[in-house]
């Protein structure tokens, strides 16, 4: 049996402000929780990307040296010689300035595919804008650098010992996927020579794609190549890999280790890092953010249903006799209930209606403020059906009450 609609206009025209009031109070919801959901969604994007490395497998650890006159070179042999000997590792290697995917240690450089191309941009003083350039980080470290951070070539080969030296002239580079076909659509990288600021490097070999220490939020966050000269400090960040219940273990063995590997160094507690932990510390804004994104986009449908609810358990009070009137005369408790969910359904729909185009308009100003992305529009239905939905389980309970009242409540006074 159909709703008649005529009935339901006439009780809302007679509570034009409160069902006005009711209408606006779920279109500013439906406009915030829309794009509080988009941010949401991003935020949890961003916090799960991969990093291109095996996570769980990998440990680090720094030691700052306090004797500038220690021989840097030679205490990182031994140090990398008494890691490599614990019990569960499977290779170590020392980060030249504890550089890592989504450690904030940033060391970059520019390059480009010809030398007059570089030779533009240095006039210009930067790279954009040249399209066989590009400006990415570099990860360099000592031998089993590769190994350490559990990557595996796609094309070419590792450094040699001899592209290992002190030399600069004589610098190779190892790039990403992403970069690869930056630069050279379509081909092979290996072979080709990168131009920057230590001369002609050529490109020895192709990983897949890992992330930059610090992060855009755009494809440019794989543009990350490797470089094979290593620089030894006195001060060093070793990446050890081993399996993964056994990280704790062998970060306890390796601070002991280094303890006693040479001069007096400082080998603080909160420098002895999993992986997961390094995440989980880059990430820690964007978590805090989630958290308050859920909290509050629940708190604010709780309020909207609360509303919703209130209002019906009020109309419901004051139309009890009208109520037994129309029981009375044969209407059922299923045309009382259809009528209450009717009734909402129109003053949440013309909500949800007006919090689509809000939520658009929102999205619009946060994208000039806060530079966010623009809103996918499918965003927008869906964010109408939830309200529309959090609209009928709200008023069922007080609707369910309505289907209580007996006809003969219609022959009492008034």
């Not at 969910?341 to 003053?347: D, G, R, T, V």
């Amino acid at each position: 049996m159909a709703t008649p609609i005529k009935p339901i206009l006439s009780a809302l025209r007679h509570h034009r402000l409160t069902a006005f009031l009711l209408t606006l109070q779920v279109a500013l919801t439906c406009a915030i929780v829309i794009n509080a959901g988009f941010m949401l969604v991003g935020r949890i994007e961003r916090i799960t990307i991969p990093s291109g490395l095996p996570e769980d497998q990998l440990s680090l650890i720094s030691a700052s040296g306090l004797d500038e006159r220690a021989n840097a070179e030679a205490q990182r042999k031994t140090d990398l010689t008494l890691l490599a000997a614990i019990q569960g590792v499977q290779a170590v290697t020392a980060l030249d300035n504890g550089s890592l995917p989504l450690s904030r240690n940033s060391s970059s450089t520019g390059a480009c595919t010809t030398q007059a191309d570089f030779d533009r941009a240095k006039a210009a003083h930067g790279i954009k804008g040249i399209n066989s350039c590009v400006s990415m980080p570099q990860y360099s470290g000592s031998a089993d650098l590769i190994a350490a951070m559990g990557l595996h070539l796609l094309s070419g080969r590792d450094f040699t010992a001899a592209e290992r030296g002190t030399d600069k002239a004589g610098e190779a580079v190892i790039v990403t996927r992403r970069m690869a076909q930056r630069l050279w659509p379509g081909q092979n990288p290996v072979g080709k020579l990168l131009y920057g600021f230590n001369g002609p490097q050529p490109v020895v070999g192709m990983i897949d794609d890992i992330l930059a220490p610090m992060l855009s939020g755009g494809p440019d966050d794989t543009l990350v190549m490797l470089t094979s000269k290593s620089s030894p400090r006195i001060s060093a960040t070793y990446l050890l890999r081993t399996l993964p219940h056994d990280r704790q273990r062998i970060l306890h063995k390796a601070a002991q280790v280094l303890d006693k590997a040479g001069p007096v160094r400082l080998i603080a507690e909160e420098q002895q890092l999993t992986y997961t932990q390094v995440r989980r510390n880059y990430f820690q804004s964007d978590v805090t953010m989630l958290g308050l994104l859920i909290a509050s986009s629940l708190a604010l449908l709780f309020v909207t249903a609360l509303g919703i609810a209130g209002l019906a358990n009020f109309w419901v009070g004051q139309r009890t006799r009208q109520i037994g009137i129309r029981r009375a005369i044969g209407a059922t408790r299923g045309d009382i209930l259809r009528h209450f969910q009717a009734e909402n359904f129109m003053i949440v729909g013309a909500g949800v209606v007006l919090g689509m185009v809000l939520a658009y308009a929102l999205n619009l100003l946060l994208m000039r403020q806060y530079e966010l992305d623009r809103l996918p529009l499918f965003y927008l239905p869906l964010g109408a059906g939830l309200l529309w939905l959090l609209g009928q389980i709200a008023v069922l309970g007080p609707a369910l009450r309505a289907t209580r009242v007996p006809p003969a409540i219609a022959t009492r006074a008034g």
